[in-house]
């Protein structure tokens, strides 16, 4: 399995950006499919995940309401569209792919098998 994210770029605060997450296999298999961030000098946090059957979604207190995730199972592309981005959005955005269920949590990065390798997102004040 191969991740390859993209749509990263520079904003200005109110801005919207899509980034994209293309899959080399068939996501329809997918248990579960999400987005995490690392801003410079911070460890890298869960954003938002999408679960296939039925299709949960799970969102971070801090892009609830702003950030939607989808999936394109027929196109094998995960998407998160970021509107209203704030400068404390910057960060580099990777996608990550969890194959079975697991037992820990939705936000954890230890559930993910597989990640893409990030596209940067850049939010000027």
């Known amino acids: 399995v191969q991740l390859q994210a993209s749509g990263g770029g520079l904003v200005q605060a109110g801005d919207s950006l899509r980034l994209s997450c293309a899959a080399s296999?068939?996501?329809?298999?997918?248990?579960?499919m999400a987005w995490f961030r690392q801003a410079p000098g911070k460890e890298r946090e869960f954003v938002a995940s999408i679960r296939y059957k039925p299709a949960i979604t799970n969102y971070a207190d801090s892009v609830k309401g702003r950030f939607t995730i989808s999936r394109d199972n027929a196109e094998n592309t995960l998407y998160l569209q970021m509107n209203s981005l704030e400068p404390d959005d910057t960060a580099v955005y990777y996608c990550?792919?969890?194959?079975?269920?697991?037992?820990?949590?939705?936000?954890?990065?230890?559930?993910?098998?597989?990640w893409g390798q990030g596209t940067l997102v850049t939010v000027s004040s």
């Open positions: 990550a792919a969890q194959l079975n269920f697991k037992a820990s949590s939705y936000y954890q990065q230890s559930n993910y098998d597989y």
């Open positions: 296999g068939r996501i329809i298999t997918y248990y579960r």
